[in-house]
């Protein structure tokens, strides 16, 4: 029970927090960050037991009928990350407090905040597939309120939609993914998929699988080419930025992909292509971090390059790998998570992002500077900080397999960048002389420098004694992907080796890189032109193609002509029913065609050549005289096939008309031929198909066998009941009198029409 | 005789809907005529045709009642008559009024009803 109610306990409260917050005003982040702290100590509970090697696993019906249950699980990979979810959850909340002090809508941003906690723990907790994709997809809608927060800036709304359409469609193709699995082994359960790992990857269904799944993990997680909408995204509020596209949500793909690793991996469709994705991604990401000047885009661009390291391992997926992954996961939520921060409390405390601008603000904000340099450093890979243990294992996994030196000289090309990109956002805004900027700098309030600070001072704490995680949490998290006993022990001094040698040969070049970083811009400047045809142009000319074509189809669809709406609904009824209907031609029934009398048969006849005639006549009157012959003909059939009181109706009723018809046409104008004759043809051509429909639907139906008759009960009771023998009688002023009723009251209705028609109308009123 | 029917009806649903298919409003009332006539008609026949036994029991020895024609679809289709004439006489007049306030019959003209 514990597991559900701290995932859906985020729901209510985050429903709750707006009221919340009109109350608590201010102090709301704190009062609210309680909750996730709470959720921290709980999942802190079991640690113990799940290093030790157990799950815990809740499972409730939720629809049985499809055997999908409301199912939870907590094994050492969902704790690490319900530890970053929870833990910078709460610094984000009081992060939020600060940064969007007064703001008008501050409390639907907390609501929000906490609709997105809620439906990230769902989604590493949750143990059923369907479940997984609930979760997965209300993360993308969290996502896309936050994102598109400032409501008002169109920026913000395409952004929010850039994502929401990236990810959702990732989304839809993961949903595709587990339904595909179900089919392939027949559960819906994780922990029972990740059993059937042989029988899954021996399945004729394998290659979908892993290509729906895969493009799930690669939208949400920024992969290229998906990785356009991440940097978009950067239009959020920062604490969004922070907590939803550096620390948790985006790594949603690599959990999914070290989830499902015992179910699909090892084999050279995954090995190849998430190594291959990632590592594409990994360097681009960080070539274009390079060049960003905003803080906040260089910090996503190197969170898509992170994003693509831990794909990259994840595919490479050796012990190793998947070790240096876990490990450089947690560090890099550490350190992102607060440089982001950071960059946001400079941005409100000096009023710009722009590297190029920002300096010497140590002065003017001492703790911030601190934790930018603790977090640049950590980012750097300096040892003693928690992001050292995460580069050398990242380095080892790719030496100890000597057929990677591609992968091992991006890898060091990357992580030269990241040291450059590190010092650019965490350190170069604080040291040298201070710029003149349009505010005056000061150290940002408490609310803003506890998150970074802690994120930060964490990193050192555990990058001294990495004892503290090493086991406990990081440990089970590698278990539960390799599925097999591995060592781990971080030490901060493994002795002279060469990849220690590699690290500092890294960080000396990447400060290079960062010292000659404006002259090796002005080098490679002609990349410039490239960016106008990456991916983010794909997305806009789909986006806009897709426009178009509903554009032109509606234009098709709704072109305000009655008859083009008459014409595609007869049409598309016509080829649907005709289509079902020719599958089976031989059934329908001609057999009583012959069996008529001659006096029958007229005025069947009569009908056919008298509607015949309506359509041809050029006369008004003859159409009139026309549509009369085929209303007192019907009268004829009603008369010969025992309908005494319809022929009495009918023959009234089409006098009533045929006078009425004569009348009216009288002051209407003459017939004109309006429409081409190939419009014509069309037409007569569409008549005929649809009429010979209704006549083939005709034949069939005779062959069909009737259910025994509501009809019998009103002949059994039409005397006993209501005593009157005219059977159609009884039922239309007994049986179904209110109906008649109802019917009265529309010919009353149309009669107040025809008469206000006809009495009022201005033309009268003048000449009166 | 079902059969018959069934090209009657198929007959009667064509010309309808060609006619509904005009820019004409006059011709467009027309075929809603001839739609209403084939919709009554279909009902009846689908009900089943019986001959010279109508439901009605006066004098009728009790178990020839079992034989007469089916009441039900009759009942439905007298309503739809009655009902039918009433929508008719109302779009008649109301087309009336709409081409002598535009001035014309043609659909593609009748944009506005402003004069």
Known sequence: MGLVSAVLSGFVLALIAPWIYRIARGATGWLLAIFPLALFAYFLSYIGAVAAGDVVRVSYPWVPSLGINLSFYLDGLSLLFAFLITGIGALVLIYTGGYLKDHSHLGRFYGFILFFMASMLGVVLADNTMGLFLFWELTSVSSFLLIGFEHEKESSRAAALQALLVTALGGMALLGGFLLLNQAVGSWEISELVRQGDAIRTHSLYIPIVLLVLAGAFTKSAQFPFHFWLPSAMEAPTPVSAYLHSATMVKAGVYLLARMTPALAETALWTGTVTAVGAVTMVFGAAIAFRQSDLKLILAYSTVSALGIMMMLLGVGTAGAVQAMVVFLFGHALYKGALFMLAGAIDHEAGTRDVNRLAGLRSAMPVSAAAGLLAALSMAAVPALFGFYGKELFYESLAEDYLMPVLLFASVLTSMIFVAVAVLAGIKPFIGETTSSAKQPHEAPISLWLGPVTLAATGLVLGLWPSMVDKSALLPAIHAVLWRPVFLELALWHGLNPIFLLSMATLASGSGLFIFRSRLLRLFSWLDALRDCGPRNGYSLALAGLNAAAQAQTRVLQSGYLRYYLLIVVATATVLSGYKLLQDIESLSFGRLFDVTFYEAAPALLILLAAFMATRVRSRLAAIAALGVVGFSVALVFVLFSAPDLAMTQFSIETLTVILFVLVFYHLPRFAILSSAWTRARDTFVALTAGGLITAIMLKASGVELHPKISTYYIENSVPLAHGHNIVNVILVEFRGLDTLGEITVLAIAAVGVYALLKFWPGKTETR | ?115
Do not use: C, W
Not at chain 2, 16 to 24: F, K
């Open chain 2, 1 to 115: 005789m079902e059969t018959l029917l069934a090209f009657v009806v198929g007959g009667l649903y064509a010309a309808g809907l060609y006619m509904m298919l005009r820019r004409s409003v006059l011709k467009l009332i027309i075929g809603l005529g001839l739609f209403g006539h084939a919709a009554n008609l279909l009902i009846f026949t689908m009900g089943g045709l019986t001959r010279a036994q109508p439901p009605i029991l006066f004098g009728l020895p009790a178990d020839a009642a079992a034989g007469v024609a089916d009441p039900l679809p009759q009942a439905l289709i007298l309503t739809a008559i009655v009902i039918g004439f009433g929508v008719q006489a109302f779009a008649l007049v109301l087309i009336r009024r709409a081409v002598q306030a535009v001035g014309t019959d043609d659909l593609d003209q009748m944009k506005a009803t402003d004069t």
